[in-house]
């Protein structure tokens, strides 16, 4: 497939992801600045590897199931999932809310594990992505760029998903420098209304943020106090898969 067809390609999936729900042809044409037969050829070459899933009915296509699988795969080569599982279990135990492990991409964060608590309700679905700025742990990796990396992202106009979401450059860096300082992040409701959570770096060697552990739950029950109560443990747990992602044993989950 020549280079362009690819980048096409690539901007019909990010296309979906941004949306998060079925697009036709002439949205995506639409969206994306192309011909409608090139956005439908190249659907047609997606559908068949699996990475878009068209409806029957609507003849509106989604991001496809092959996209987890593949993205299972970039984990399981990085040896995340299988450090990080069974401490999400015992952290999910421990504070009794939703645990998730999160990595970074780009000005975004996907959550890649998920660990239910014990309550009936719960506070988020099954995976899913965010902000930077509005997450827990998009502000632990925030909070571990270069200076130069940050001012850049700072410059650029932040959303609001919430209320309580901060788009001041002012207020995001003095919290930047609060996480720095006691080594977790918070979101209370910034990401989502009526949804706290906090959230810990995960080491690689000394210095290399690789993903974020935390804990999410809904306001009303895990309440900023409530969530406060976690760090330390969180912190401990956080140590534990980082030891076992160390440099000399990283190639052993590789």
Same mark, same amino acid.
């Given at each position: ?12 999936? +990010? ?5 998060? !729900?079925?697009?036709?042809? *002439? ?33 509106? @296509? ?24 069974? @401490? ?24 890649? &594990? ?20 509005? *997450? ?12 130069? +990396?940050?001012?850049?992202? &700072? ?19 003095? +919290? ?15 990401? !989502? ?35 406060? +109560? ?14 076992? &992602? ?9």
């Amino acid at each position: 497939m020549p280079v362009q067809s690819v980048d096409r390609a690539v901007a019909i999936l +990010e296309a979906l992801r941004a949306e998060g !729900d079925y697009l036709g042809v *002439t949205q995506l044409s639409n969206v994306l600045g192309l011909h409608k037969s090139t956005v439908h050829r190249l659907l047609v070459s997606l559908k068949r590897g699996g990475l878009v899933e068209r409806d029957p009915r609507t003849r509106r @296509y989604r991001l496809g199931v092959r996209l987890v699988e593949l993205g299972y795969a970039v984990l399981n080569s990085r040896g995340l999932p299988q450090v990080a599982l069974p @401490y999400l279990h015992y952290l999910a135990d421990t504070v009794k809310e939703i645990t998730f492990l999160s990595i970074r991409d780009g000005d975004r964060i996907i959550d890649v &594990l998920q660990v239910p608590g014990p309550h009936m309700v719960q506070a988020v679905n099954w995976l899913g992505s965010g902000s930077l700025h509005s *997450t827990s742990a998009g502000k632990v990796f925030l909070a571990h760029m270069a200076e130069a +990396e940050l001012d850049s992202y &700072l410059n650029e106009p932040l959303t609001s998903r919430t209320a309580n979401t901060m788009t001041d450059a002012n207020q995001l860096r003095a +919290e930047v420098a609060m996480v720095r300082e006691r080594g977790y992040a918070t979101s209370w409701e910034e990401e !989502d209304e009526g949804v706290n959570a906090i959230a810990v770096p995960v080491r690689r060697g000394r210095n290399e943020v690789v993903a974020a552990i935390g804990v999410v739950g809904p306001s009303y029950r895990f309440t900023s106090a409530k969530a406060l +109560e976690a760090p330390e443990i969180m912190l401990g747990v956080a140590r534990e898969v980082s030891k076992r &992602l160390e440099p000399q044993e990283y190639k052993v989950f590789v």
